[in-house]
């Protein structure tokens, strides 16, 4: 009996690869692969393509748009990464790709390595120079806020300019400042207060802006290291304060802003001087102006006296050098000694003493008209001459202070009233302003 021959089996090639795919799907449903990126190719649909590779073997690898969206970093050649997914065959092809669903970089967050991935791209372009930043106006009299309208950093900035200087104009522009939305919103209420100061006169434009919110985690705070915010404050022609509320970490809105506040009140108290504070120094630089203005006119009177001291001794020297001329050239005629000829010459001593004697008066009214003009002049700028012509300056006894009208005067303030000669202390019966009394 002969013995049959086995019946061998034949597989189509769609047969194979369905039983490979069948295998290698239910073997790896969920897996975590590391590696290193490598041929990453971008497609227009969203989708992401590239391999995945170690120093011995590579896996093909795929990323679909409703995962790509999820990511924040930039994927690039190089960048060393863990992936989660599952292994897939793709039939047409024959082949086997690892189908992402989650990715980090290895060692670092995915934030993080977006945020310095941002920065080092923005940095290059120059956005970050200190020379892009504006000084803020020193008393605005418009401030524009970006900001959630029902935050506690809205509550915060308002307090505070209602503190220091409450008759400061708040222009609101609202944004979310927390979501997905909320990149587009701050660009957009950042733009929004740009585009309205265009439409206004130059006194009712916002001056300075505050952008910002309260503290909260790297992910609370994103919004804040978009590149569509941070774009928005860079081409922003008003000077901007970034105000997020963090002490110790910075966004990369804080690195473009003309400005950073560690939080809003900061910021609030950044863009306005306390109403006091100004009080304070005009009445320091009225003080500073007052004993200027008096040292000037010392200083005038003492370069006149000088002068007119220098002026005597040089007619006097005048005179003593022409006395002492004529009494040689009487020397010189009394050694001559013969009668007739002094006769002949005591005429033209007379007229030469005649001359000398014009023209030192003539001299002397010289000097004497130009002093008187510059006397004239120095009277002009001295308050001495004001007081002179019957006016008088009243100041607040003992104070000092100078009484420029009666609305600050009340009923028993003494007074000290300077004359051209002499002052008087007195005080105060009654005070009228505008017409009306005030006790």
Same mark, same amino acid.
């Given at each position: 009996?002969?013995?049959?021959?086995?019946?061998?089996?034949?597989?189509?090639?769609?047969?194979?690869?369905?039983?490979?795919?069948?295998?290698?799907?239910?073997?790896?449903?969920?897996?975590?692969?590391?590696?290193?990126?490598?041929?990453?190719?971008?497609?227009?649909?969203?989708?992401?393509?590239?391999?995945?590779?170690?120093?011995?073997?590579?896996?093909?690898?795929?990323?679909?748009?409703?995962?790509?969206?999820?990511?924040?970093?930039?994927?690039?050649?190089?960048?060393?990464?863990?992936?989660?997914?599952?292994?897939?065959?793709?039939?047409?092809?024959?082949?086997?790709?690892?189908?992402?669903?989650?990715?980090?970089?290895?060692?670092?967050?995915?934030?993080?390595?977006?945020?310095?991935?941002?920065?080092?791209?923005?940095?290059?372009?120059?956005?970050?120079?200190?020379?892009?930043?504006?000084?803020?106006?020193?008393?605005?009299?418009?401030?524009?806020?970006?900001?959630?309208?029902?935050?506690?950093?809205?509550?915060?900035?308002?307090?505070?300019?209602?503190?220091?200087?409450?008759?400061?104009?708040?222009?609101?522009?609202?944004?979310?400042?927390?979501?997905?939305?909320?990149?587009?919103?701050?660009?957009?209420?950042?733009?929004?207060?740009?585009?309205?100061?265009?439409?206004?006169?130059?006194?009712?434009?916002?001056?300075?802006?505050?952008?910002?919110?309260?503290?909260?985690?790297?992910?609370?705070?994103?919004?804040?290291?978009?590149?569509?915010?941070?774009?928005?404050?860079?081409?922003?022609?008003?000077?901007?304060?970034?105000?997020?509320?963090?002490?110790?970490?910075?966004?990369?809105?804080?690195?473009?802003?003309?400005?950073?506040?560690?939080?809003?009140?900061?910021?609030?108290?950044?863009?306005?001087?306390?109403?006091?504070?100004?009080?304070?120094?005009?009445?320091?630089?009225?003080?500073?102006?007052?004993?200027?203005?008096?040292?000037?006119?010392?200083?005038?009177?003492?370069?006149?006296?000088?002068?007119?001291?220098?002026?005597?001794?040089?007619?006097?020297?005048?005179?003593? #050098?022409?006395?002492? !001329?004529?009494?040689?050239?009487?020397? *010189?005629? +009394?050694? $001559? &000694? @013969?009668?007739? %000829?002094?006769?002949?010459?005591?005429?033209?001593?007379?007229?030469?003493?005649?001359?000398?004697?014009?023209?030192?008066?003539?001299?002397?009214? #010289?000097?004497?008209? !130009?002093?008187?003009?510059?006397?004239? *002049?120095? +009277?002009? $700028? &001295? @308050?001495?001459? %004001?007081?002179?012509?019957?006016?008088?300056?009243?100041?607040?006894?003992?104070?000092?202070?100078?009484?420029?009208?009666?609305?600050?005067?009340?009923?028993?303030?003494?007074?000290?009233?300077?004359?051209?000669?002499?002052?008087?202390?007195?005080?105060?019966?009654?005070?009228?302003?505008?017409?009306?009394?005030?006790?």
């Amino acid at each position: 009996m002969i013995a049959e021959k086995p019946t061998k089996q034949i597989y189509t090639v769609s047969e194979v690869t369905q039983d490979i795919k069948l295998i290698l799907e239910s073997s790896f449903p969920q897996i975590w692969v590391e590696g290193e990126v490598s041929n990453f190719r971008p497609n227009t649909s969203g989708h992401f393509y590239f391999s995945l590779k170690d120093e011995a073997a590579v896996l093909s690898a795929a990323i679909f748009s409703w995962a790509s969206k999820e990511i924040k970093f930039k994927l690039e050649d190089g960048l060393k990464v863990v992936c989660f997914g599952r292994i897939n065959v793709y039939p047409p092809h024959g082949k086997y790709q690892l189908i992402i669903e989650r990715i980090e970089p290895k060692g670092l967050g995915g934030l993080q390595l977006a945020l310095e991935q941002l920065k080092k791209k923005l940095e290059k372009e120059g956005l970050f120079l200190a020379g892009h930043k504006r000084p803020l106006p020193y008393l605005p009299s418009r401030i524009g806020i970006v900001t959630s309208p029902t935050g506690a950093a809205i509550k915060d900035i308002l307090k505070v300019l209602d503190r220091r200087f409450s008759d400061v104009h708040i222009i609101i522009s609202p944004a979310q400042v927390q979501g997905e939305s909320a990149k587009d919103e701050i660009a957009s209420a950042i733009g929004d207060l740009n585009r309205l100061n265009e439409s206004l006169p130059a006194r009712e434009r916002v001056e300075v802006m505050i952008v910002g919110r309260g503290g909260g985690s790297m992910e609370d705070l994103w919004a804040f290291n978009e590149e569509v915010v941070v774009r928005a404050i860079y081409n922003s022609k008003i000077p901007v304060i970034s105000a997020v509320g963090h002490e110790r970490d910075w966004t990369i809105a804080d690195l473009v802003a003309d400005l950073r506040a560690p939080t809003p009140s900061a910021a609030a108290e950044m863009v306005i001087p306390e109403k006091e504070e100004l009080k304070d120094k005009l009445k320091e630089l009225n003080s500073a102006l007052y004993k200027t203005l008096l040292d000037m006119v010392i200083m005038a009177q003492e370069e006149a006296d000088d002068f007119i001291h220098r002026l005597n001794m040089g007619v006097a020297n005048i005179v003593r #050098l022409n006395v002492q !001329h004529l009494e040689e050239i009487g020397r *010189k005629f +009394s050694l $001559l &000694s @013969p009668v007739f %000829i002094i006769e002949q010459n005591k005429e033209r001593l007379k007229d030469l003493g005649r001359q000398i004697q014009v023209r030192l008066e003539h001299l002397l009214k #010289l000097k004497e008209a !130009h002093f008187s003009g510059l006397a004239a *002049k120095l +009277s002009t $700028l &001295s @308050p001495l001459n %004001i007081l002179g012509r019957g006016y008088s300056i009243t100041f607040k006894f003992p104070e000092g202070a100078i009484v420029s009208e009666a609305g600050i005067l009340k009923r028993g303030d003494s007074l000290k009233t300077k004359f051209h000669r002499g002052e008087v202390i007195s005080q105060v019966m009654e005070v009228k302003r505008d017409g009306r009394n005030k006790v």
